[in-house]
C-alpha cells in the first residue's frame, strides 16, 4: 500500500482544493454522506432518552479516562486470567515490532485482518511487509482500499469515496494479484461485487492461521474484547484463525459489562443508522476447543495518555468512532476525507490527529482551521465532544504556542511558522479596538475613500475577492450616524 | 426597560441600515435604546482563531461598557457574537483559571453574560412579541446561522417573527441548517471550501423561488450576499432586522428604502 502513508501531507486548504475540484468525488461523498446523515437522525429520533443516553456516555467515558491507570490494570489482570497475554506499546514502532514478532513466533507469512484503524493509524501492514509478512484486510471497504492501492476516507465505510463502477475496475484489475481473481463479466451490481468479495476472502480465512483485529471496547472486569460489525467478516476472522493478536487503543477500555448497555445503543444508531449491529463479536481470553487457542492484546498508547494531559483537548479520547461527525460535516462532504492526511479524517480527525501526533508538520497545524465551527458535529457526536471547542483550543496551540505534553514531558511549543503576519494583524486590531477613536478613524477613513475601493483584496483577502463581491462601504457608520441624530430622535431623516 | 445596543464593530462599520432598524424597531416596541458610544468588538474574530489572550482585554472592555446597572439589557442583531458573550465568555473565565490567574476575568465579565440577547431571542423571550407590526410584501426565505441555531439555540423565534409580518411569504430553505460556508478567518484559511459551500447555499436559496434571504447576522450575509452578486443571483441578502421594522410607508419606496429607515414619530405609528 505504496499510497498508505501520510507522511509529507499538504496542508489541508491545498489538498482540499483539489478534491472541491473533483466533481465525481464531490458527488460520491455527497450522496453517501447524505443518505447516512438522513437515517441517523432518524434512528436517534426513535429513542426517547436520547439525550440521557449522550449523557450517560460522557460521563462513563469521562471517568475511564481520569482513572486510566486503574481500568487498564484491571483489564490486564482479567485478560490474563482468562488465559490471555497483554503487551504494552507506547508508540507505533514498538507497537509494530510487537506484532510482528508474534506473527513471526508462529512461523506464518500471512494474516487476515478485521478493520483496525489502530492499526492503520501504526502503519502495521507496511512493517508486517517489511518482515516478509502480508495483510489480508477483510472488511469490504477495506479491501477496496487495499486493492485499490488507497487510502480510507472514512472511518466507517473507508472507501466511500468510490462508486460501483471504480469498484468493479479494482477488483477486476487487482483481485488476481491478491488471491481469487474476480469472475469474469463482472458487473458493477451491489449483488456481483459482494459475491466477488465474499469468494476472494473466503479463501483467505479457511487458510489463514493468524488473525489481527481491533476492538471496539475492552471490558475491564472481565477482560472482554468486543467488536461490532455489519458483515460478519469480523466474526470469522475473530474465530478461525489459531491466534489472534488486537491491537487497540488505550482509551478503549470501560470500567463494566454494564457500561456496553450504553453504547451498544448509541454507536450503531449514529455510524451505520441501525437499531443494533448485525454482528456484535465479543472474546474473553481463549477456551479450550473453541476460538482461537492464543490471545495478545496489544494495549496502544502512541499519543494518548499525551492528550489525556490537556484538560480541553483530553475529551477527544471519549471517541467511539461512530462517524456521525464525519457525515453532517459540511467541509468535509467537501473535502473528502483523504485531506484531512489521517486515517481519522472529519470533524474528530481534525481534532484528534495534531493531538496524537503534535502540530509541528504543516497539515497538523493545518487541520485545527479545517472547520467553520458550525458546531453540527458537536450536535450529533454520541459522547458529546465539543469539537469546535477544542478546534479553538488548538489553534491557540497552533500560532501561539504554549505548554504541551509530548512523550510524558512537559514542553513548551514555539508557534507554529506562517502566523507572524496574522498575529501582528490581529494584535493591531485588538489595539484598535480597545480605543473607540481608533476604530472610528478607521471607519471615517474607509467611507471617505470608499468610491476608491478595489473589486479585490490584496494580500491574504484575495481569497475573499476570488469568489465573493466584498460588501460597499456605507456613507457612513452607524456610530456616526448616531451621534448626529441621537438614534435619529434630533435629525427626522436619518441621512 | 432600557436595552444598550451593542451593533458590533461589523455592523458598525459595514451595515449601518442594520443598526438603525433595530433602534426604529425597538423604539417603536416601546424600548428605550442606548448605543454606548465607547463599544468596540467583542473579541470574537481573535477567539475564533486562537488569540484567546488578545480578545480578553475586548471582552474586558465590552464589560465596561455594557456592564453598567443602567441597562436592563444587552442586544444584538448578530447571533455569532451574541454567542460570543454568552459561551465563549464564561469559558474564557474559566480557562483563565485554569491557567492560575484567579478569578478575576470570571467576575469581571460575568455581568453582560446573563443579559446579552440576540434581537430575535430578545423580542420573542424578553417583550414577548412575535407581531413587531412589520410590513414587508416579499418571498422571503431564512438562513438560519450557525452560532444562532446551534449556539444560542434560536429555533422557531426568528420564523415565527416573520410569519407574523403582514404581506412577508416565507418559503422554506433547503438544507437550511447547512453552514453557510462563512466561519471567520475560515473564509480566508479555506478559501476553496468556503466558496464551495456559499454556492451552495445561494443555490438553495434560488430554488425556492425567493427575492430574499434573510438571517440574523451580517457577517454568514456578506458571504453569502458576495456569493450571490459573484454569481449575478436574483435573490438579496436582507438582515432580519431590516425586515422587521419595515412598515408600509418604507416599503412602499424600494427595499433599499430600509435603509431610509427614520425614526419619526409618524412613521412609528405605522399601521399594522
Ligand atoms: S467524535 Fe463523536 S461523532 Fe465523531 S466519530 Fe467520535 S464519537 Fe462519533
Same mark, same amino acid.
Given at each position: ?5 501520510f507522511?509529507?501531507?499538504p496542508?489541508f486548504?491545498?489538498?482540499a ?11 460520491n ?7 447516512i ?15 440521557? *443516553?449522550?449523557?450517560?456516555g460522557?460521563?462513563v ?9 486503574h481500568y ?11 488465559g490471555g %497475554?497483554?503487551h ?13 514478532s508474534?506473527?513471526?513466533a508462529t512461523?506464518?507469512?500471512e494474516?487476515?485482518k478485521?478493520?483496525?484503524?489502530a492499526?492503520?493509524?501504526i502503519? !502495521?501492514?507496511? @512493517? *508486517? ?5 502480508r ?17 480510507p ?8 469515496h468510490?462508486n ?7 477488483f477486476?484489475r487487482?483481485?488476481g494479484?491478491?488471491?481469487r ?8 451490481s451491489?449483488?456481483?461485487? @459482494? ?16 488473525g489481527?483485529s ?6 475491564a ?13 469480523g466474526?470469522?476472522c ?5 491466534t489472534?493478536?488486537s ?9 463494566a ?9 448509541t454507536?450503531p444508531r449514529?455510524s ?6 448485525p454482528?456484535?463479536?465479543?472474546? %474473553?481470553g %481463549? ?9 495478545h492484546?496489544v ?6 495518555t499525551?492528550t489525556l494531559?490537556d484538560?480541553?483537548?483530553r475529551?477527544a479520547?471519549?471517541c467511539?468512532?461512530?462517524s456521525?461527525?464525519?457525515n453532517?460535516c459540511?467541509v &468535509?462532504?467537501? #473535502?473528502?476525507?483523504h ?7 472529519g470533524?474528530?480527525g ?14 497538523? #497545524?493545518?487541520?485545527? &482551521? ?12 454520541p459522547?458529546?465532544i465539543?469539537?469546535?471547542?477544542v478546534?479553538?483550543h ?7 504556542g ?7 514531558n ?5 508557534p507554529?511558522k506562517g502566523?507572524?503576519a ?8 485588538? *489595539? #484598535?479596538?480597545?480605543?473607540? =477613536?481608533v ?7 474607509a ?5 476608491l475601493h478595489p473589486?479585490?483584496l490584496p494580500?491574504?483577502g484575495?481569497a ?17 450616524w ?10 427626522g431623516?436619518?441621512k | 426597560?432600557?436595552?444598550?445596543l451593542?451593533l ?5 462599520t459595514l451595515y449601518?441600515d ?16 442606548d ?7 467583542c473579541?470574537?474574530?481573535? &477567539?475564533?482563531? =486562537? &488569540?484567546r ?21 444587552i442586544?444584538t ?6 454567542a460570543m ?6 469559558r ?5 483559571r485554569?491557567?492560575?490567574?484567579g478569578g478575576?476575568?470570571a ?11 440576540? *434581537?430575535?431571542?430578545?423580542?420573542v423571550d ?20 450557525c452560532?444562532? !441555531? ?9 420564523a415565527r ?12 430553505l433547503?438544507g437550511?441548517?447547512?453552514c453557510c ?8 484559511k ?7 459551500? =456559499?454556492?451552495d447555499?445561494?443555490r438553495?436559496?434560488?430554488s425556492?423561488? #425567493?427575492?430574499?434571504l ?6 454568514c450575509?456578506?458571504?453569502i ?5 459573484r ?6 441578502p436582507v ?23 427614520s ?10
Open positions: 500500500m505504496s499510497g498508505g502513508t507522511v509529507g501531507m496542508a486548504p491545498e489538498a482544493r483539489e478534491a472541491v475540484g473533483d466533481t465525481t468525488l464531490r458527488a461523498l455527497r450522496h453517501a454522506t447524505r443518505t446523515r438522513d437515517k441517523r437522525a432518524k434512528a436517534v429520533a426513535e429513542l426517547a432518552d436520547w439525550a440521557e *443516553l449522550r449523557e450517560a460522557k460521563r467515558k469521562d471517568h475511564t479516562l481520569r482513572h486510566l491507570d487498564l490494570v484491571r483489564l490486564e489482570e482479567s485478560v490474563v486470567r482468562a %497475554t497483554v504494552w506499546a507506547a508508540d507505533a514502532e514498538e507497537a509494530n515490532r510487537v506484532v510482528a508474534l506473527v513471526k512461523g506464518e507469512t494474516v487476515v478485521v478493520k483496525s484503524m492499526t492503520q493509524e502503519g !502495521l501492514n507496511e @512493517a *508486517l511487509a517489511a518482515e516478509g509478512i495483510a489480508y484486510e477483510t472488511d469490504l471497504a477495506e479491501l477496496i482500499v487495499q486493492l485499490g492501492d488507497d487510502r476516507s472514512h472511518i466507517l465505510v473507508p472507501a466511500i468510490r460501483r463502477g471504480e469498484i468493479r475496475d479494482i477486476e487487482e483481485m494479484s491478491w488471491g481473481p474476480a469472475p469474469e463479466g463482472l458487473t458493477d451491489p449483488g456481483e461485487l @459482494a459475491e466477488a468479495a465474499r469468494r476472494h476472502l473466503r479463501e483467505k480465512f479457511l487458510r489463514a492461521k493468524v489481527i481491533g476492538a471496539n471496547f475492552m471490558v472486569e472481565t477482560g472482554t474484547m468486543v467488536v461490532v460489525e455489519s458483515e460478519g467478516n466474526r470469522m475473530l474465530t478461525l484463525p489459531e489472534l493478536i491491537v487497540v487503543g488505550v482509551e478503549k477500555v470501560v470500567p459489562w454494564r457500561d456496553l448497555e450504553i453504547f451498544l445503543q454507536l449514529s451505520t443508522a441501525e437499531r443494533m449491529n454482528y456484535t463479536s465479543m472474546w %474473553t %481463549t477456551t479450550d476447543e473453541d476460538g482461537p487457542s492464543a490471545f492484546l494495549l496502544l498508547d502512541n499519543g494518548r499525551d494531559a484538560e480541553v483537548g475529551q479520547l471519549r467511539i468512532r461512530c456521525a461527525c464525519l453532517v459540511p &468535509y462532504e467537501r #473535502a473528502g476525507g485531506a484531512y492526511g489521517s486515517v481519522y479524517p470533524p474528530i481534525a481534532i484528534l490527529s495534531p493531538q496524537l501526533r503534535g502540530t509541528r508538520s504543516e497539515i497538523d #497545524a493545518s487541520l485545527p &482551521y479545517a472547520s467553520s465551527l458550525c458546531g453540527a458535529c458537536y450536535e450529533v457526536c459522547v458529546a465539543d469539537i469546535p471547542e478546534l479553538v488548538l489553534r491557540e496551540r497552533v500560532v501561539q504554549g505548554a504541551v505534553t509530548r512523550h510524558g512537559r514542553v513548551t511549543l514555539k507554529a502566523h507572524a496574522e498575529r501582528a494583524a490581529m494584535r493591531a486590531a485588538g *489595539l #484598535a479596538f480597545a480605543r473607540p =477613536g476604530l472610528r478613524l478607521g471607519q471615517r477613513l467611507s471617505r475613500t470608499r468610491r473589486r479585490t494580500g491574504p484575495r475573499w475577492s476570488a469568489a465573493r463581491e466584498l460588501p460597499k462601504v456605507p456613507a457612513e457608520p452607524f456610530r456616526d448616531w451621534q448626529r441624530t441621537r438614534g435619529g430622535t434630533t435629525e431623516n436619518g | 426597560m432600557r436595552v444598550a451593542f458590533t464593530c461589523v455592523n458598525d449601518p442594520t443598526g438603525r432598524a433595530v433602534v426604529k424597531l425597538l423604539t417603536r416596541l416601546g424600548v428605550e435604546v448605543f454606548p458610544m465607547a463599544q468596540t468588538c473579541g470574537q474574530a481573535h &477567539y475564533n482563531t =486562537g &488569540y489572550h488578545q480578545a480578553e482585554p475586548l471582552a474586558r472592555h465590552f464589560s465596561d461598557v455594557f456592564g453598567a446597572d443602567a441597562y436592563d439589557a442586544v442583531p448578530s447571533g455569532s457574537c451574541g458573550v454568552r459561551e465563549a465568555y464564561p474564557m473565565g474559566e480557562r483563565a485554569a491557567e492560575g490567574r478575576g476575568l467576575r469581571h465579565l460575568a455581568p453582560v453574560v446573563p443579559k446579552t440577547y440576540e *434581537l430575535t431571542e430578545f423580542l424578553v417583550l414577548g412579541v412575535t407581531d413587531v407590526g412589520a410590513y414587508y410584501p416579499h418571498k422571503v426565505t431564512y438562513h438560519p446561522t452560532h444562532g !441555531l446551534r449556539s444560542l439555540g434560536l429555533g422557531e423565534r426568528p417573527l416573520l410569519r407574523a409580518v403582514k404581506g412577508l411569504e416565507l418559503v422554506e433547503p437550511a441548517e447547512e460556508g462563512f466561519g471567520g478567518t475560515f473564509a480566508v479555506n478559501s476553496d471550501v468556503s466558496a464551495a459551500m =456559499g454556492v447555499k445561494v438553495h436559496a434560488e425556492t423561488g #425567493a427575492d430574499v434573510c438571517a440574523a447576522d451580517n457577517s450575509l456578506a458571504h450576499g458576495g456569493t450571490m452578486a454569481l449575478r443571483s436574483g435573490v438579496r438582515h432580519i432586522a431590516e425586515i422587521l421594522a419595515s412598515t408600509e410607508i418604507s416599503a412602499s419606496t424600494s427595499i433599499s428604502a430600509s435603509a431610509e429607515i425614526a419619526s414619530t409618524d412613521e412609528e405609528e405605522s399601521p399594522s
